[in-house]
């Protein structure tokens, strides 16, 4: 029997060698914490303190304004300093909330709301989940009680657990499965609660067996749960392609999981499932992976929310040389950052420092016809032909080309020999269609 995977795929230097031995160490800030009111997909939260007020650690700030939305907690005690725009990773001026911190990390009682699980009904979790302000950590950022609340719920039958942990350079993942395995194993239970016909998947990369060996020990007596090694390729642990693996069930653009029956959530989210509803604790804090040749010591940290980049960098003993290129999450889905005084979100998951920058350093010459971006593609879709059409602003030949059906995974920017910003063009593309049928 073939390795569970799906067609397509690169292997690029997976750079896990950084830290991937590193220990998840504990890391609170400062200086002020910025908490960006649109840290998740859908409308932005809305704030419900004011210049002045004191907070709390785990504290609400920010409420849900909306079915999707999600609050948004304060990872520090101290003082609303203002409420005003501040730059994000992705170079976007977004609304924000500034606390002084006080250093004295004085907490609401997180005990005081918990529940015995088994007292708890479905909705009660989903509730607590909500309040929580979980969202999905692998970086969309899309609130975790909406997609555990799927209109076909009778017919969800998989909940996939991604600890494939694909995009080279991090570790943070897997880092927790190794030292809380336990808490990824509970909040898989927490969810499987919520769906009476499902069962659970753990996938991880076969290139992380000790992983693979410690979560089969904790579910070897577990009924509704199996783990699953996947083969190492990316982008394994993208949501389609890690659909596929397991199931061999096909989505496309216009589908989401649960519309093949599946559920899938990211190795952190998980966890952040478990901390809200055995332990009471908002999202606040998640571990970031600080990486790359261009860092003095590469680690994994435990991060509050908040938290300026630069603070984890000095964490990490500041730059190794002189940095060509600084990204947000890896190098294939990360986006580069144009300053490191901008905060950690729930959705970050690294900062890479790279030394060298072969995309700036690399002129792209005219396409050869080879075809590798094809072959290499999940979405099996025709990446030159989509770049040229989104090039000429062809936004109707775009869409019937099955351009929507790009993951923009970076596979055939990757592998593309005349190093032509396939990606890019058909990204942006993608975006100019979703904001025309916006409209």
């Known amino acids: 029997m073939g390795k569970l995977t799906f067609k397509g795929g690169v292997h690029p230097f997976d750079g896990k060698k950084y830290t991937k031995d590193k220990p998840i160490e504990v890391l609170l800030p400062k200086g002020e914490c910025v908490f960006p009111l649109s840290q998740h997909i859908g409308a932005p939260a809305v704030p ?32 609303v300093k203002a409420i005003e725009p501040r730059y994000v990773a992705t170079g976007a001026k977004v609304d924000s909330i500034i606390i002084e911190n006080d250093g004295k990390y004085e907490s609401v009682d997180f005990a005081a709301n918990v529940k015995p699980l088994d007292t708890l009904s479905k909705d009660d979790i989903r509730a607590i989940i909500k309040d929580a302000g979980v969202v999905g950590m692998g970086g969309a950022g899309f609130p975790t009680n909406v997609k555990l609340t799927p209109k076909n719920i009778d017919d969800i039958d998989t909940i996939i657990v991604n600890g494939a942990e694909c995009e080279p350079y991090l570790t943070s993942d897997y880092r927790r499965m190794l030292e809380e395995p336990e808490k990824v ?11 009476d016909n499902a069962t659970g998947y753990i996938a991880i990369e076969d290139n992380k067996p000790e992983a693979i060996k410690v979560m089969e020990k904790l579910t070897e007596n577990e009924s509704r ?16 392609t890690l659909v596929y693996a397991i199931t061999k069930r ?20 998980i966890v952040s499932i478990y901390n809200a509803v055995v332990c009471g604790f908002p999202l606040t804090k998640r571990i970031i992976t600080v990486t790359g040749d261009g860092i003095k010591e590469p680690k994994n940290f435990y991060v509050c929310v908040g938290t300026s980049y630069r603070e984890v ?15 947000s999450g890896g190098p294939m889905m990360g986006f580069a950052m144009s300053s490191i005084d901008v905060p950690v979100v729930k959705g970050s998951s690294s900062l890479l420092v790279m030394t060298k920058d072969e995309v700036s350093e690399t002129d792209e010459s005219a396409c050869i016809r080879c075809g590798r971006c094809a072959s290499v593609c999940p979405g099996r879709v025709l990446p030159a032909k989509l770049a040229v059409l989104a090039a000429q602003g062809n936004m109707e030949a775009f869409v019937k080309n099955n351009g929507m059906e790009c993951c923009e995974c970076g596979c055939c920017s990757y592998i593309c020999p005349a190093k032509r910003q396939l990606t890019q063009r058909i990204k942006s593309m993608r975006k100019a269609v979703l904001a025309s049928r916006k409209k």
Request: charged residues 20%; aromatic residues 6%.
């Open 225 to 240: 749960i199996q783990v699953k090694a996947v083969k190492t390729k990316y982008p394994q642990g993208g949501e389609r």
């Open 185 to 195: 194993v509970e909040g898989l239970k927490i969810v499987l609660r919520l769906f």
């Open 313 to 327: 960098l000095e964490a990490a003993g500041g730059f190794e040389g002189e940095p060509k290129k600084l990204i």
């Open 250 to 269: 096909q989505i496309n653009s216009n589908m989401l999981p649960a519309d093949k029956g599946c559920i899938v959530h990211n190795i952190d989210t």
């Open 48 to 79: 419900v303190v004011k210049k002045g007020d004191y907070v709390l650690d785990g504290q609400l700030i920010a409420q849900a304004n909306g079915f999707v939305s999600a609050n948004i907690h304060s990872s520090v005690s101290g003082t």
